[in-house]
């Protein structure tokens, strides 16, 4: 069975400048998370999906970070414009059902640099 | 609000000793304890879990005790070898709380084994 797939692996670019991740969840998992981890740190949730329906956004920086999850299955991430604080590591996971006991599946993860 | 704390790294160890990582939690409600493990270049991956108190999570030689009585989910290894050098990370799930499917996750802890 594929795993979560994230692309792209890396990404560079110039602050003010847009950019989006995407994610690939496991075929039949129903939940869906975004998760940043920053230098040094552990990941911190960003965003979480029940089928196509943002469930809890509260965490994710509204003025310039946008999420979507067409049709329940693919799921892109986009910030615009970048700031120099965004350079972190963005990793999507995926889970047959809510809960973390159902066990997450987390991608390779997308590394973005913001110069 | 709840938090993971583990010890900082890098850990470094020659083949064969034994290893301890410290994690410590706080938590309002009954918290799941998991560790994580990150290997270079690729996405977390679930090593061990403990869903109550005195529980004990194991797998491929590491193993974690869930203690509530003094907040600690250590994970050990009687003798690493080099292919365990990687990232750590505990991680915690509040199962009491509304957000019982959000990972909480402490800063990770890089192991590093020598042959």
């Known amino acids: 069975e594929a795993g979560v797939v994230q692309s792209p692996r890396y990404k560079i670019i110039e602050k003010k400048q847009p950019v989006a991740f995407w994610c690939n969840p496991i075929?039949?998992?129903?939940?869906l998370y975004w998760y940043r981890q920053n230098l040094g740190q552990g990941p911190e949730l960003l965003i979480r999906?029940?089928?196509?329906?943002?469930?809890?956004d509260s965490q994710l920086p509204k003025d310039r970070f946008s999420a979507e999850r067409l049709k329940g299955v693919d799921s892109t991430l986009k910030i615009q414009p970048a700031e120099l604080g965004d350079s972190a590591v963005y990793l999507c996971?995926?889970?047959?059902?809510?809960?973390?006991?159902?066990?997450?599946?987390f991608g390779s993860g997308t590394r973005l640099t913001v110069v | 609000g709840d938090s993971v704390t583990q010890m900082e790294g890098p850990v470094t160890l020659s083949e064969e000793a034994f290893l301890t990582i410290n994690c410590t939690y706080t938590?309002?409600?009954?918290?799941?304890l998991f560790w994580y493990v990150q290997y270079p270049g690729e996405g977390l991956q679930l090593l061990l879990k403990?869903?109550?108190?005195?529980d004990k999570g194991s797998n491929k030689g590491f193993e974690a005790t869930y203690r509530k009585e003094t907040t600690s989910f250590h994970l050990e290894k009687g003798s690493v070898q080099v292919s365990d050098s990687a990232v750590y990370f505990c991680?915690?799930?509040?199962?009491?709380?509304?957000?019982?499917?959000?990972?909480?996750f402490g800063s990770g802890t890089r192991l590093l084994v020598r042959p």
């Open positions: 996971a995926s889970s047959l059902d809510t809960g973390v006991n159902y066990g997450y599946t």
């Open positions: 075929s039949g998992h129903n939940t």
């Open positions: 999906y029940e089928n196509e329906e943002a469930v809890d």
């Open positions: 938590a309002t409600g009954y918290p799941s």
């Open positions: 403990a869903t109550k108190a005195d």
């Open positions: 991680a915690l799930s509040d199962e009491g709380m509304d957000s019982s499917y959000k990972l909480i």
